[in-house]
């Protein structure tokens, strides 16, 4: 009998938790007898509606607030990821309740990255699945005055400041509002007219009627609606009151169909409520009048589970601290490569292929704990290792003359475009008299160990000649302006004299008639400590001050065409991208990605 599910996702031991109850779902029927017309609704709108196509459905939830960062990734992977691999769908909602703080350019920032690491918010019945909790408005408002007739709300007249006072602590119970029974019409009156704009900001608000005692806090007679008077970037001005995140979030999972409800862990304590609220408005009711209410939501309803956020070295995800960055122009921006945002791990040359091999990489855990920074940068590494060609950069470059090379002569010499791929073919650099080579491999007095140019040794100019250095120019300040040599003629690369002379150096060159000046930035890690910031403590003591430079290279001629976001290993440096926004046609300026290797090695993290 084969596997119900692809092997390889049976062997992911990280997150084989969530795996093994989506799994057990699964083979239970627990989720088959949903219904889906194609659009969310309550439980009225899909009780003809046939049987939902998607076996799960999942939800990736961003507040539009602000700009994707590496742990938006590792949601947006688990989610899509679990989605795709069990014949499912993964909604893209965005969490719209605040319209203090929400902008319309943080929503197409977020469509972008997504779009970017790889996901389509598409179901198996071709309905696009993007949604706003603000589509939901009008049902929450709904839901929320049966849930006063119930007898599960009611609209408290304290201010937040004599709430939080009656709210008790983790070891004493709370106190009930003086408003807490106040009888049905009232509530929905003064309900109504909140929602009619009648009241000013803070002058009452509606509350779940749960359990001041209740060891949760959470649980204690929660905030469902707050008066903001605040336009709202879909709704505009229609609206006066917003629901609090706790009464839309589980509400809008339970509409949308969702099955699987994935939070990082600092949502564990909010899971009561999410389940209380839509049990309630699932149940049967019979009023006081005797008659019999069916439940407003669809069962089964959805389950949430929780997971360890992300947690990396060297990195700060908090959105107050990114904004401290920004604000205090530290970084030039949300899209600077040096930030843990996605638009800026775009712009330096991470892949989404990086993030998805990472996000598999590191798993899915029920504990926090921390990844080394240095695994991300593994992945980047393989994947750009595969994908990108190779070219020659000279980045810090000085002079090498071949003494004995004629003057104006010219050839060429061949090299592959990646060494591993020989379908991809090879490219001609052109050598003449003078090249450009990088100057740390020429030492005049040489530490032990060193096999690179210095007076009297010899070494390979890569896929080209045998060479044998003769000495060096110096200016008046004593700086080495050129290096001298001369080359045999009977050792090119690729001829049959090529082995004849033994070296232990190779060094890489361009020719100056035929190489370009460009731009090149060597980004690193922006902080030189595994946590900055820790605990409430300064960022900018922290800041690496070598996070970024801005040099001159001598590139090779084939770069000068590089297209934005073109991917290129420079040989011995790294991998390195055309700028998506500073390259300009015939004057691409490059970023650094990563390195060949990991310069840090491995850090302890504690």
Same mark, same amino acid.
């Given at each position: 009998?084969?596997?119900?599910y692809?092997k390889?996702?049976?062997?992911?031991?990280?997150?084989?938790?969530i795996?093994?109850?989506?799994?057990?779902?699964?083979?239970?029927?627990?989720?088959?007898?949903?219904r *889906?017309?194609?659009?969310?609704?309550?439980?009225?709108?899909?009780?003809?509606?046939?049987?939902?196509?998607?076996?799960?459905?999942?939800?990736f939830?961003?507040?539009?607030?602000?700009y994707?960062?590496y742990?938006?990734?590792?949601?947006?992977?688990?989610?899509f990821?679990?989605a795709?691999?069990?014949?499912?769908?993964?909604h893209?909602r965005?969490?719209?309740?605040?319209?203090a703080?929400?902008?319309?350019?943080?929503?197409?920032?977020?469509?972008?990255?997504?779009?970017?690491?790889?996901f389509? *918010?598409?179901?198996?019945?071709?309905?696009?699945?993007?949604?706003?909790?603000s589509?939901?408005?009008?049902?929450?408002?709904?839901?929320?005055?049966?849930?006063?007739r119930r007898?599960?709300?009611?609209?408290?007249?304290?201010?937040a400041?004599?709430?939080?006072?009656?709210?008790g602590?983790?070891?004493?119970?709370?106190?009930?509002s003086p408003y807490?029974?106040?009888p049905?019409?009232?509530?929905l009156?003064?309900?109504?007219?909140?929602?009619?704009?009648k009241?000013?900001?803070?002058?009452?608000v509606?509350?779940?009627?749960i359990?001041?005692?209740?060891?949760?806090i959470?649980?204690?007679d929660?905030?469902?609606?707050?008066i903001?008077?605040?336009?709202?970037?879909?709704?505009g001005?229609?609206?006066c009151i917003?629901p609090?995140?706790? *009464?839309?979030?589980?509400?809008?999972?339970?509409?949308?169909n969702i099955?699987?409800?994935?939070?990082?862990l600092?949502?564990?304590?909010h899971?009561?409520?999410?389940e209380?609220?839509?049990e309630r408005l699932?149940?049967? *009711?019979?009023?006081?009048?005797g008659?019999?209410?069916?439940?407003?939501?669809q069962?089964?309803?959805?389950?949430?589970?929780?997971?360890?956020?992300?947690?990396?070295s060297y990195v700060?995800?908090?959105k107050?601290?990114?904004v401290?960055?920004?604000?205090?122009k530290?970084?030039?921006?949300?899209?600077?490569?040096?930030?843990?945002?996605?638009?800026?791990?775009?712009?330096?040359g991470f892949?989404?292929e990086?993030?998805?091999?990472?996000?598999?990489?590191?798993?899915?855990?029920k504990?926090?704990?921390?990844?080394?920074?240095?695994?991300?940068?593994?992945?980047?590494?393989?994947?750009?290792?595969?994908?990108a060609?190779?070219?020659i950069?000279?980045?810090?470059?000085?002079?090498?003359v071949?003494?004995?090379?004629?003057?104006?002569?010219?050839?060429?010499?061949?090299?592959?475009n990646?060494?591993?791929k020989?379908?991809?073919?090879?490219?001609?650099l052109?050598?003449?008299?003078?090249?450009?080579?990088?100057?740390?491999d020429?030492?005049?007095?040489?530490p032990?160990?060193?096999?690179?140019?210095?007076?009297g040794?010899?070494?390979?100019?890569?896929y080209?000649?045998?060479?044998?250095c003769?000495?060096?120019d110096?200016d008046?300040d004593?700086r080495v302006?050129?290096?001298?040599?001369?080359y045999?003629?009977?050792?090119?690369?690729?001829?049959?004299?090529?082995?004849?002379?033994?070296?232990?150096?190779?060094i890489?060159?361009l020719?100056?008639?035929?190489s370009h000046?460009?731009e090149?930035?060597?980004?690193d890690?922006?902080f030189?400590v595994?946590?900055?910031?820790?605990?409430?403590?300064?960022?900018?003591?922290d800041?690496n001050?070598?996070s970024?430079?801005?040099?001159?290279?001598?590139?090779?001629a084939?770069?000068?065409?590089?297209?934005?976001e073109?991917?290129?290993?420079?040989?011995r440096?790294?991998?390195?991208v055309?700028?998506?926004?500073d390259?300009?046609?015939?004057?691409p300026?490059?970023n650094?990605?990563?390195?060949?290797?990991?310069?840090?090695?491995?850090?302890?993290?504690?």
């Amino acid at each position: 009998m084969s596997a119900p599910y692809p092997k390889r996702h049976q062997e992911a031991s990280h997150s084989n938790f969530i795996r093994q109850i989506i799994e057990a779902d699964l083979m239970a029927g627990k989720y088959a007898r949903r219904r *889906w017309n194609g659009k969310p609704g309550s439980a009225l709108s899909v009780e003809t509606a046939p049987p939902d196509r998607a076996k799960i459905r999942t939800r990736f939830p961003p507040e539009p607030n602000g700009y994707l960062h590496y742990g938006h990734a590792k949601s947006i992977c688990l989610n899509f990821g679990l989605a795709r691999d069990y014949g499912g769908a993964c909604h893209l909602r965005f969490d719209d309740t605040n319209p203090a703080k929400e902008e319309t350019e943080y929503v197409d920032s977020i469509r972008d990255a997504v779009k970017w690491l790889g996901f389509s *918010w598409d179901d198996p019945g071709g309905n696009r699945n993007e949604y706003y909790a603000s589509d939901y408005f009008e049902y929450l408002y709904q839901f929320a005055e049966e849930l006063l007739r119930r007898g599960h709300a009611y609209v408290d007249s304290l201010s937040a400041e004599q709430m939080r006072a009656l709210r008790g602590t983790l070891t004493e119970p709370g106190k009930k509002s003086p408003y807490r029974e106040r009888p049905l019409e009232e509530n929905l009156k003064l309900l109504r007219e909140m929602r009619l704009g009648k009241f000013t900001d803070g002058e009452h608000v509606l509350r779940a009627k749960i359990d001041m005692a209740s060891p949760n806090i959470n649980l204690r007679d929660p905030a469902m609606y707050r008066i903001r008077h605040a336009s709202h970037h879909r709704t505009g001005d229609h609206w006066c009151i917003y629901p609090t995140y706790d *009464w839309a979030h589980g509400v809008s999972d339970a509409l949308e169909n969702i099955t699987h409800s994935l939070c990082t862990l600092e949502f564990e304590d909010h899971r009561p409520l999410y389940e209380w609220f839509n049990e309630r408005l699932a149940e049967d *009711w019979t009023g006081y009048d005797g008659v019999k209410r069916p439940g407003l939501l669809q069962r089964p309803l959805p389950q949430q589970i929780e997971f360890a956020r992300l947690n990396l070295s060297y990195v700060v995800l908090s959105k107050r601290k990114l904004v401290q960055l920004v604000e205090g122009k530290h970084v030039e921006g949300w899209d600077d490569p040096r930030m843990p945002t996605l638009i800026g791990a775009r712009r330096r040359g991470f892949t989404p292929e990086g993030f998805r091999l990472f996000a598999e990489r590191i798993g899915v855990a029920k504990a926090d704990s921390w990844i080394d920074f240095s695994i991300l940068e593994d992945c980047m590494r393989e994947h750009l290792n595969e994908v990108a060609p190779r070219r020659i950069a000279v980045l810090d470059p000085v002079k090498l003359v071949i003494e004995n090379y004629p003057e104006g002569k010219e050839e060429e010499c061949e090299a592959p475009n990646h060494p591993q791929k020989p379908e991809l073919g090879r490219r001609k650099l052109p050598l003449s008299r003078e090249l450009w080579i990088e100057r740390e491999d020429f030492s005049e007095n040489p530490p032990k160990g060193y096999f690179r140019l210095f007076p009297g040794n010899k070494v390979r100019l890569r896929y080209g000649y045998v060479v044998e250095c003769t000495g060096c120019d110096k200016d008046a300040d004593g700086r080495v302006t050129a290096v001298r040599c001369k080359y045999d003629p009977e050792t090119k690369s690729g001829t049959a004299g090529a082995e004849t002379v033994k070296v232990k150096g190779n060094i890489h060159w361009l020719s100056a008639k035929h190489s370009h000046p460009a731009e090149v930035r060597l980004y690193d890690r922006l902080f030189k400590v595994p946590h900055p910031g820790a605990g409430d403590s300064e960022l900018v003591p922290d800041l690496n001050p070598d996070s970024k430079k801005v040099i001159t290279a001598q590139l090779e001629a084939a770069l000068e065409d590089a297209k934005p976001e073109e991917q290129f290993q420079f040989e011995r440096h790294g991998y390195f991208v055309a700028d998506r926004l500073d390259s300009r046609p015939g004057a691409p300026k490059f970023n650094r990605a990563v390195t060949l290797r990991d310069s840090w090695g491995k850090s302890a993290i504690p």
